[in-house]
């Protein structure tokens, strides 16, 4: 794993809830905020990406991008807060969030976190690094891709396909240089990858599964990145 953590079954079981749709309007908004071209925000042309490919409607992302780009009388003050901490069995986690409640949401993370232990900033983060992650399938040999793409690094992916990794300046144009060469990119974002993920038996892993879906299921939870085998 090392990167970024996805629920099992999450997408059908958020989408009943609707929780998947509200996390990917929140990413347009926050990314709308800085342009709502998507031909010069990097940000937003991904987050509207992700929307349609979860089958987001268009009128939904347009209202997204207008709230977030300030063309709406309705505030939309999203704001990106980053926990760090340990879950269970000393399993190393970093939670990203986008709140308009700080108050809000930091009690809320406390208390999830009760099953682990909550860090101060930079208590964690030291032990993993900042990367561009594409997500990708294609009939191409993956390390060929990978070179002429300008990816750093690649590995295979959960669903069979192939997870390049980038700096995080250079994720849009890896992204469109893999699309150039007729790959189909699933996923491209930010993520945070361990360094030194750490190994745990199938007890203890399923005992960290229910602590990142608890955290999961919290309306404010945007990503979860775990240093975990």
Same mark, same amino acid.
């Given at each position: 794993?090392?990167?970024?953590?996805?629920?099992? !079954?999450?997408?059908?079981?958020?989408?009943? @809830?609707?929780?998947?749709?509200?996390?990917?309007?929140?990413?347009?908004?926050?990314?709308?905020?800085? *342009?709502?071209?998507?031909?010069?925000?990097?940000?937003?042309?991904?987050?509207?990406?992700?929307? @349609?490919?979860?089958?987001?409607?268009?009128?939904?992302?347009?209202?997204?991008?207008?709230?977030?780009? !300030?063309?709406?009388?309705?505030?939309?003050?999203?704001?990106?807060?980053?926990?760090?901490?340990?879950?269970?069995?000393?399993?190393?986690?970093?939670?990203?969030?986008?709140?308009?409640?700080?108050?809000?949401?930091?009690?809320?993370?406390?208390?999830?976190?009760?099953?682990?232990?909550?860090?101060?900033?930079?208590?964690?983060?030291?032990?993993?690094?900042?990367? !561009?992650?594409?997500?990708?399938?294609?009939?191409?040999?993956?390390?060929?891709?990978?070179?002429?793409?300008?990816?750093?690094?690649?590995?295979?992916?959960?669903?069979? !396909?192939?997870?390049?990794?980038?700096?995080?300046?250079?994720?849009?144009? #890896?992204?469109?240089?893999?699309?150039?060469?007729?790959?189909?990119?699933?996923?491209?974002?930010?993520?945070?990858?361990?360094?030194?993920?750490?190994? #745990?038996?199938?007890?203890?892993?399923?005992? #960290?599964?229910?602590?990142?879906?608890?955290?999961?299921?919290?309306?404010?939870?945007?990503?979860?990145? #775990? *240093?975990?085998?």
């Amino acid at each position: 794993m090392g990167a970024q953590w996805k629920q099992k !079954g999450r997408e059908e079981a958020a989408n009943a @809830k609707g929780k998947i749709m509200s996390k990917l309007a929140k990413e347009i908004i926050v990314a709308a905020k800085t *342009g709502a071209d998507t031909s010069t925000n990097a940000r937003l042309r991904m987050a509207v990406e992700a929307a @349609k490919k979860a089958s987001m409607t268009k009128e939904t992302i347009e209202r997204a991008i207008k709230k977030g780009s !300030g063309q709406l009388d309705e505030a939309a003050n999203y704001e990106t807060v980053t926990y760090e901490g340990f879950g269970p069995h000393k399993v190393p986690v970093i939670v990203e969030c986008l709140t308009d409640n700080k108050n809000r949401t930091g009690p809320n993370i406390r208390t999830l976190f009760r099953k682990g232990q909550l860090a101060n900033s930079g208590a964690i983060s030291w032990d993993f690094v900042r990367l !561009g992650a594409i997500e990708a399938t294609g009939a191409e040999d993956a390390e060929v891709a990978a070179i002429e793409a300008g990816a750093q690094d690649f590995e295979a992916a959960d669903d069979a !396909g192939t997870r390049f990794y980038t700096e995080p300046t250079d994720l849009d144009a #890896v992204q469109k240089a893999l699309a150039a060469r007729k790959w189909n990119v699933t996923s491209a974002q930010l993520v945070w990858k361990a360094k030194n993920p750490v190994e #745990v038996d199938a007890t203890a892993r399923a005992e #960290v599964e229910a602590f990142l879906g608890d955290l999961d299921d919290d309306d404010d939870v945007q990503n979860i990145f #775990v *240093g975990l085998k």
